[in-house]
């Protein structure tokens, strides 16, 4: 089976444009999640997707969103972008039974101006 | 409320010699366990969790509830394990939030 996919796989922005990032999950997967990866906060969770609808969220600020599609493709929105937005975006996907393996995407390299 | 320590951001070993990540985590309630690697240029991936109870390229981690603990050892530490080390927990009963440590990078010298 292909990995997790992401779209684009870097970025340049400068502060106060938006951004949209995609992720495709594993075939058959239903379960898509994001993460912000920087240096000093580490890995942090955005928000997590099922059957379209947003499950379970993060503590960040309603800059952040996302959605998910019915073929389970998923994709995370970033308005007014700040500098401390640049980061890696991750995208995981995972069969919904319950805890189950997350399975990472390469990421996508956002950075700000 | 949860969290995930890592208290070493860096650790170096001698090929050979035993290795021990340390995790500890915080939690009210019965979390799952994960250990994370990254290596150079790959993408982060499943090592282990503690509900397999099973040992992947030699690594093998045990909960202690008592401590909070899910340290990572392996006995005999190779080059090809250095690496980004993660240690993630989420919560039972269809959560799919991980929560992870900052992180220990593992050097392993010839």
């Known amino acids: 089976k292909a990995g997790v996919t992401q779209t684009p796989r870097y970025l340049i922005k400068t502060r106060g444009q938006q951004v949209t990032l995609s992720c495709s999950p594993i075939?058959?997967?239903?379960?898509v999640s994001w993460y912000q990866q920087t240096p000093g906060q580490g890995l942090q969770f955005l928000f997590e997707?099922?059957?379209?609808?947003?499950?379970n969220k993060g503590n960040f600020p309603g800059r952040f969103s996302g959605r998910q599609f019915s073929n389970s493709r998923s994709e995370m929105n970033v308005s007014t972008l700040e500098l401390g937005d640049s980061a890696l975006y991750l995208c995981?996907?995972?069969?919904?039974?319950?805890?189950?393996?997350?399975?990472f995407g390469p990421g996508t390299r956002l950075t700000v101006l | 409320a949860q969290r995930v320590t890592q208290p070493e951001k860096l650790l170096s070993v001698f090929k050979g010699a035993p290795v021990e990540l340390k995790c500890n985590y915080s939690y009210s309630g019965s979390p799952e366990l994960f250990w994370y690697v990254q290596y150079s240029r790959q993408r982060l991936q499943l090592l282990l969790r503690h509900i397999s109870r099973e040992s992947i390229k030699g690594f093998t981690a045990d909960l202690n509830k008592g401590e909070t603990s899910f340290h990572l050892k392996k006995p005999f530490a190779q080059e090809e394990d250095s690496a980004m080390y993660y240690c993630a927990l989420s919560g039972r009963g269809g959560s799919e939030k991980l929560v992870f440590g900052k992180g220990t990078k593992l050097t392993v010298n010839p």
């Open positions: 997707y099922f059957s379209e609808t947003q499950r």
């Open positions: 995981a996907s995972s069969l919904p039974a319950g805890s189950d393996t997350q399975y």
């Open positions: 075939s058959g997967h239903r379960s």
